[in-house]
Antibody
Framework: EVQLVESGGGLVQPGGSLRLSCAAS????????MNWVRQTPGKGLEWVAH????????YYADSVKGRFTISRDNAENSLHLQMNSLRHDDTGLYYC???????????WGQGTLVTVSS | DIQMTQSPSSLSASVGDRVTITCRAS??????LLWFQQKPGKAPKPLIY???RLQSGVPSRFSGSGSGTEFTLTISSLQPEDFATYFC?????????FGGGTKVDIK
């Protein structure tokens, strides 16, 4: 059974940092491209970042470029999102998602909540 | 960025009703479109991919159609478990973008 379990969310002040993690199981992690997608009160569902199966191809939403870094550890079956210079509008539920060859975002984790507030 | 516009933003319907939700892309996306269902407190779940292909395990009362800029999701006979929010999602080009959602609730 495919499982994606996010962790690392929490309350952080504006300008602060958080590192999100996603533990993957039930599939060969190194064969799949992965993404972070967030759901915020202001913008609804928003794709945040993509990383290819090998980690060599990375894309970011303009809203997070230069502040967030996506990475993966295929030996540990884990995906990460380093979030720096956090802003109020980064508040939301962050999901780890898998891309199959036919169906992008075919599996989602349960999400981890990030709250940016002073 | 490609903007995805869904309509209506909400609708009320009864069990057994036929429901149609529309999604319009700001530019052509061929059939690089998915439909997701999201229930309260849960992650989105894919229903339809490639605009019209049913994801494994999804009931056949769900169907999708369209290509280019106009797409529809149809529920042929609404069931109690179908009351949820539905989103369209294009993956033709980066950044992938989502529609604003259509909340289907009980009349």
């Amino acid at each position: 059974e495919v499982q994606l379990v996010e962790s690392g969310g929490g309350l952080v002040q504006p300008g602060g940092s958080l590192r999100l993690s996603c533990a993957a199981s039930g599939f060969i992690f190194s064969n799949y491209n992965m993404n972070w997608v967030r759901q915020t009160p202001g913008k609804g569902l928003e794709w945040v970042a993509h990383i290819s199966s090998s980690g060599t191809s990375i894309y970011y939403a303009d809203s997070v470029k230069g502040r967030f870094t996506i990475s993966r550890d295929n030996a540990e079956n884990s995906l990460h999102l380093q979030m720096n210079s956090l802003r109020h509008d980064d508040t939301g539920l962050y999901y780890c998602t898998r891309d199959s060859s036919a169906v992008p975002r075919d599996y989602w984790g349960q999400g981890t909540l990030v709250t940016v507030s002073s | 960025d490609i903007q995805m516009t869904q309509s209506p933003s909400s609708l009320s319907a009864s069990v057994g009703d036929r429901v149609t939700i529309t999604c319009r892309a700001s530019q052509g996306i061929n059939t690089y479109l998915l439909w997701f269902q999201q229930k309260p407190g849960k992650a989105p779940k894919p229903l339809i991919y490639a605009a019209s292909r049913l994801q494994s395990g999804v009931p056949s009362r769900f169907s999708g159609s369209g290509s280019g800029t106009e797409f529809t999701l149809t529920i042929s006979s609404l069931q109690p478990e179908d009351f949820a929010t539905y989103f369209c999602h294009q993956h033709k080009s980066y950044p992938p973008t989502f529609g604003g959602g259509t909340k289907v609730d009980i009349k």
